[in-house]
């Protein structure tokens, strides 16, 4: 079965908790003013947010091909993420999490009680059986593009996003930035 990227996904690996709301306003904004979302929140997106933001008459100015395509289904809009959540795309194949320090891994499905428990206040870290370095979430390698943050971008059903518009955006910020895309 092929894979259909529903989502593609921008993560603030950096934003710290009490920083997120403010840097998500601020994106918000910046988007709005350059008529890629338009500013009302409406019903298009999936999840439990008040709304997300419908794509704007600039929007094909942040997408790969400039003028982008954008499919006329639902969802299909901008939502921002503010609080502990994880984004990762689908996992086939190897499903090895990596330690960074050591190369010994442990199945992705052995981590995800951890990952569980951290979205529900718990540390985030893992312990490495093999050589006892405690590393967080985001220090691991992760089997597809994963990252653990407090703010995150997910724009629903948009063409693939250009480069320069993560960069622009990793600058904005300041800190740094995952991207990849979810599926089914």
Do not use: K
Not at 11 to 40: F, H, M, N, S, T
Not at 157 to 179: C, M, S, T, Y
């Amino acid at each position: 079965m092929a894979v259909v990227e529903l989502s593609r996904w921008i993560a603030d690996v950096d934003a710290q908790p009490e920083e997120a709301p403010g840097l998500a306003r601020g994106i918000l904004a910046w988007l709005v003013e350059a008529e890629v979302v338009v500013a009302e929140p409406t019903d298009c997106v999936l999840g439990d947010v008040p709304g997300g933001y419908a794509p704007g008459p600039s929007c094909g100015s942040i997408v790969v091909g400039g003028g982008g395509r954008f499919p006329d289904v639902w969802p299909n809009g901008l939502e921002l993420d503010v609080g502990r959540s994880a984004f990762y795309g689908p996992v086939a194949g190897d499903t090895r999490v990596t330690c960074s320090n050591c190369d010994a891994w442990l199945p992705f499905e052995a981590v995800l009680p951890v990952v569980e428990e951290w979205l529900e206040g718990g540390p985030d870290a893992l312990v490495c059986a093999c050589c006892a370095v405690r590393r967080g979430f985001n220090e691991w390698l992760w089997p597809v593009p994963c990252a653990f943050a407090e703010l995150g971008l997910r724009f629903w059903n948009w063409p693939p996003l250009a480069d320069a518009f993560v960069a622009d955006l990793a600058r904005r910020l300041g800190h740094r930035l995952v991207a990849g895309a979810f599926g089914v």
